[in-house]
């Protein structure tokens, strides 16, 4: 049934029929969230069909459609099924688990500008790709793991330097910053230092790239995607109750420091994902969730829309990204930033007028 | 303290001039001063003291006070730790035109550059500001801070675009990203000085109403502080003055974000201690890298705003864990 709450805000109530032998459950599920995250999907999907449709070797929906549903030309088997929807999923689950993660630590600080930047992952993690780009000459698997060891060592290094009998938000930000200036001193340096076609090469793979991924990383990021996500939505109400303050989340029988290291780490363990599969993407973090609390209109932001917008940014940045200045193809990390900058300014813009 | 303060600035300038790949001795330095100031004396100890490495002294020192400042500023204005002058897109505006500059305008030099750096910082940072005052809330400090960055990753994003089409205009980036004070002349000194003081100036007339800001905007109204008023003059003079540092130097992060920061927990609330004392602290952390930048990497040079995040943040690391900290 469809009511208005005390918010305002229309709302479905569900509850189960009275039975004796049962508890009787209710949930009570906002409106706008199902129209805007069933849009979301939608334009997804939508984006999702196009990806699979352009390209050098353009193919008609139908033909696509045919493909995904096990027919088709052996052309389009190919270019469609190995080719392109790999990236095209990629694009999706990448995005996604980059807008979670960042839902998931701006409402930990509890600062619009929070991303999983703030613990210095990214900056370690392109400190530690440009290391075994520029010094050893690795490539994608050695580039992967550098940029991984790079992240977790300085994250860990931040939260051990802010810990200090438990760790405050705004301690935490402001060795973050510390770190991050330093090791970004080490990057541009090391980008300064490297003869032009090796800092060319970097910075590519410093903005984050989806070209040339197939299914070799889908399947894993997949596997782990399906492990990780469901028990960083377990923390979503916890978070909410943390957003309130620490001391009124004790007084609600949270142990608040328990719960703040454990979404920090699956937020962690989210971005470390996305980039070992494709470089440190840019913004995704930091603006899906901004992006998602102003389509709800919600005070706080949520885990499930943020991900849901992180996806559709990051697909229709990577289609962007192949087809702008083709046969040219950019990598996504310049487009997310571009995209999803130009979007946000829209939506700001909007949001001024119509109030 | 501000004594002990400005004595270290004097030194880290003497420090600036007697450094180099070839170094003199404070006591020469002195008295080429002294020579130059009388208007006799020349040679080659003369040459390097006054006419290289007194403009570069110079630039650093203008240079990190106007950082420092306009961190101090935008760091009141949006009651935010994270932000710097580059959230009011101040350095993608700056590195978009002088992407600009390079990619089509064929500009190579730092005299170049300063202009077109300039015209970006203050173009950015109107937008910004426009954007963040249309509707009838106006420019809240979350709406400028989340405006900034947007616009800021927009026209960052354009850039590194051209960048990575073009080969040439990427390596000019890279070098100007970094940036250094290195061959700055007294044109550069002379292009900025102008808009940094008159940044100067405007910061200290918003002291004291920046200080009533801090207790809410109602509460401040009430006290008699205009907080639109406030607010303007603030982003008038953050351009003025992150805009001159970054065409003068290239965008300097670090500064702006750390200074104002590790004043605060010094000398207090106040703004208006923090804003002197941030004056004279952040061209000593400027100064100071500068010196080490030229030293550390012989026969080249490493670009100051390397050398200024890497020992200005373990000090600033340290700090956070010794002292108590305070929020905004």
């Not at chain 1, 998931?104 to 990214?122: A, K, M, Y």
């Not at chain 1, 550098?146 to 438990?166: H, S």
């Not at chain 1, 990021?221 to 377990?234: A, F, N, Y």
Request: aromatic letters at 6%.
């Amino acid at each position: 049934m469809t009511r208005t709450t005390g918010t305002g805000r229309a709302s479905i109530v569900l509850r189960s029929p009275a039975r004796a032998a049962l508890p009787e459950v209710s949930l009570r599920i906002d409106l706008r969230f199902i129209v805007v995250c069933a849009g979301l999907l939608a334009a997804t999907v939508a984006v999702f069909l196009v990806a699979l449709g352009v390209g050098d070797y353009a193919i008609p929906l139908n033909d696509v459609l045919a493909t995904l549903a096990g027919g088709g030309t052996p052309q389009s088997r190919l270019v469609v099924g190995e080719w392109r929807l790999p990236r095209a999923f990629l694009g999706i689950v990448l995005g996604a688990a980059l807008g979670m993660s960042g839902a998931v630590f701006q409402s930990l600080t509890r600062n619009p500008l929070g991303s999983p930047d703030i613990i210095g992952f990214s900056t370690g993690a392109y400190t530690g790709g440009l290391v075994v780009i520029l010094l050893f000459g690795g490539g994608y698997l050695q580039t992967a793991v550098g940029a991984i060891v790079g992240g977790l060592i300085t994250a860990v290094l931040v939260y051990a330097l802010a810990y200090r009998r438990g760790i405050q938000g705004f301690r935490l930000i402001i060795v973050g910053i510390g770190v991050s200036a330093a090791l970004s001193s080490v990057n541009s340096w090391l980008v300064t230092r490297a003869n032009l076609d090796d800092a060319m090469q970097a910075a590519v793979w410093g903005s984050g790239t989806l070209s040339g991924l197939g299914y070799e990383q889908l399947w894993p990021v997949l596997g782990l995607l399906c492990l990780v996500c469901p028990v960083l939505l377990g923390h979503a109400p916890a978070l909410r109750q943390l957003e309130l303050g620490d001391d009124a989340a004790r007084a609600l029988g949270l142990r608040a420091e328990a719960v703040r290291l454990s979404a920090l780490l699956w937020g962690i363990v989210l971005v470390a994902i996305a980039t070992a599969a494709a470089g440190p993407i840019a913004f995704i973090a930091l603006v899906a969730p901004q992006i998602a609390r102003r389509l709800l209109g919600s005070a706080s932001v949520a885990l499930l829309p943020a991900a849901v917008t992180g996806g559709l940014l990051l697909l229709s940045s990577d289609l962007v990204a192949q087809r702008a200045f083709a046969p040219t193809q950019l990598p996504v990390g310049v487009m997310t930033v571009t995209v999803g900058g130009a979007y946000f300014v829209w939506l700001l813009v909007r949001e001024g007028r119509k109030r | 303290m501000l004594i002990l303060a400005l004595t270290v600035l004097a030194a880290s300038i003497i420090g600036s001039l007697a450094v180099g790949a070839r170094y003199i001795p404070p006591a020469e330095v002195l008295q080429a001063l002294i020579d130059a100031a009388q208007g006799r004396g020349s040679g080659e100890v003369q040459e390097i003291v006054v006419g290289l490495r007194l403009p570069r002294a110079f630039v650093g020192a203008i240079v990190g006070a106007a950082l420092g400042v306009s961190g101090a500023l935008i760091q009141a204005l949006t009651r935010n730790p994270l932000a710097d002058p580059g959230i009011l897109g101040i350095n993608a505006g700056a590195g978009f035109l002088v992407t600009v500059g390079i990619g089509w305008f064929g500009v190579g030099d730092i005299q170049g550059y300063v202009w077109f750096a300039f015209a970006g910082a203050a173009l950015a940072t109107l937008l910004v500001f426009v954007i963040g005052a249309a509707g009838p809330s106006g420019a809240t400090p979350v709406r400028l801070t989340l405006v900034g960055v947007a616009l800021g990753a927009l026209l960052s994003g354009v850039s590194s675009m051209i960048s990575l089409l073009n080969p040439a205009v990427f390596n000019g980036m890279r070098f100007w990203g970094a940036g250094t004070l290195t061959s700055r002349d007294e044109h550069v000194l002379w292009a900025v000085l102008p808009f940094i003081l008159i940044g100067l100036v405007l910061a200290a007339t918003v002291a004291a109403p920046l200080n009533a800001i801090a207790l809410g905007e109602d509460l401040a109204s009430s006290l008699g502080a205009s907080v639109v008023r406030t607010r303007v003059i603030v982003i008038v003079a953050v351009t003025l003055l992150a805009g001159g540092a970054t065409a003068a130097a290239g965008p300097i992060g670090f500064v702006g974000l750390m200074v104002p920061h590790v004043v605060r927990w010094f000398v207090g609330p106040d703004q208006r201690w923090i804003i002197v004392f941030t004056a004279v602290c952040a061209p000593i952390l400027l100064l100071a890298a500068d010196v080490l930048g030229r030293v550390v990497v012989p026969p080249q040079e490493m670009q100051v705003g390397i050398v200024t995040a890497f020992i200005g943040a373990p000090v600033l690391v340290f700090l956070a864990r010794r002292r108590k900290i305070t929020g905004l």
